[in-house]
């Protein structure tokens, strides 16, 4: 991702960069992408042309921000242009026009109920209820501290100044008590970027739910009291990316300062400790090669490695001691990895913010079929 661009939706501004221009355990089990190929001719009938054929399409957009497979075994992904499903047959995707708050999706999760939500540009959210498309975001209230709570089977989706929690037919807008208390920024709407505006969220083990901010680091939120993760340069640079790896590790990725670990006690940044900073960029916006600066997504493979997709440097593996650095070398595209996501398969995918989607397979990287 060596040309950069700059990316403004109605909420946020974020540094991005795209491609450069190419010529023209027991379960059931998931769906082989790898061997599908959706075709303009002669198509394969599915379900989904059945129920939604006017939503066909025979290509994924390009710029694939989130990833996520369903109980059914549906692959979803989050677009700049759009929510797109595969079946395994077909493509289909949905729009503006059949109800998504914003063509943007940044996130996709799916609740106890089977409902597909999805977390769009402009901080909206809209859901799937197999039938049709919501926008849940547009009738919301506006709460309080008293109405921080955690609440069994609720979701809970990025906003302005805190987060939308959604719970027993209800969405309500939770600014953090810190927003709530400034005169000047408790009167913003939810869909107005403010410095406490949430990024990336993440339901721990433990039920603790943790927010990555515009610029105030990470908050934790354990049901009763909030707790703020602002040392060792966390504080300042977005937080985009949260994980907690299977021992119970969590991961921040900073678009600035890079990884950082939380092992219930210290907070280190990996990224300094490596020496594979880069002070430029936070100074000037400089892009340096082979550094691990601006971490955009994180996931865990089956080994146990801790995979980092970055900004303008590849992909980076960790197995807890050394990082291994993949490049277009190893077949990535020169994009930004927007997001990481491990499959019932155990198959890594990743999304690229301008080439579609990839997946890797023991050393190289390759194209997904479908793009």
């Known amino acids: ?18 491609c ?3 010529p023209k355990p027991k379960s059931e089990p998931a769906i082989d992408m790898t061997s599908q190929v959706v075709q303009s001719a002669t198509p394969a009938t599915s379900a989904v042309d059945q129920e939604f054929p006017e939503n066909r ?15 059914k075994n549906h692959y979803w992904f989050g677009t700049n242009e759009g929510a797109f499903r595969y079946d395994g047959k077909s493509l289909i995707v949905f729009t503006e026009k059949d109800g998504l708050r914003q063509n943007q ?76 208390a400034n005169a000047s920024t408790s009167r913003q709407a939810p869909t107005q970027l403010s410095a406490y505006g949430v990024y990336s969220l993440l339901k721990d083990r433990n039920g603790n739910w943790w927010f990555g901010t515009q610029a105030r680091g990470v908050c934790r939120f354990d049901g009763k009291s909030f707790t ?3 040392g060792s340069g966390l504080k300042g640079p977005a937080v985009l990316a949260l994980f907690e790896s299977r021992d119970g590790t969590l991961w921040f990725g900073n678009n600035g300062r890079g990884l950082f670990r939380y092992d219930g006690k210290d907070l280190t940044n990996v990224t300094e400790e490596k020496g594979l ?14 550094t691990l600066a601006r971490v955009l997504s994180l996931n865990e493979d ?44 155990g198959q890594l995918w990743f999304g690229t913010n301008g080439d579609g989607v990839y997946k890797f397979n023991d050393r190289r990287f390759s194209k997904a079929l479908f793009n």
């Open 20 to 22: 450069m221009e190419k």
């Open 105 to 180: 999706v940044r996130q996709i999760q799916e609740d106890a109920s089977g409902r597909i939500w999805f977390s769009t540009g402009g901080y909206g959210v809209s859901y799937f209820d197999g039938k049709k498309i919501y926008s849940a975001s547009d009738n919301y209230t506006s709460g309080s501290g008293k109405d921080w709570t955690i609440g069994k089977d609720d979701s809970w989706f990025p906003a302005g100044g805190g987060a939308y929690r959604y719970h027993d037919q209800s969405m309500t807008y939770l600014p953090f008590p810190e927003v709530t």
């Open 228 to 230: 703020w993760f602002t």
């Open 1 to 18: 991702m060596m040309s950069v661009r700059i990316f403004i939706s109605s909420c946020c501004l974020i540094l991005i960069s795209s």
């Open 57 to 71: 399409v025979d290509k994924l957009d390009k710029g694939v921000l989130a990833i996520m497979q369903d109980r």
């Open 277 to 290: 900073a880069n002070p430029e960029f936070i100074r000037n916006g400089r892009v340096l090669p082979g």
């Open 302 to 345: 089956n080994a146990g490695n801790l995979w980092i997709g970055t900004a303008d440097a590849g992909v980076w593996r960790y197995d807890g001691e050394s990082l291994i650095n993949y490049t277009p070398a190893d077949g990535l595209p020169d994009c930004a990895i927007e997001t990481i996501y491990l499959d019932k398969q």
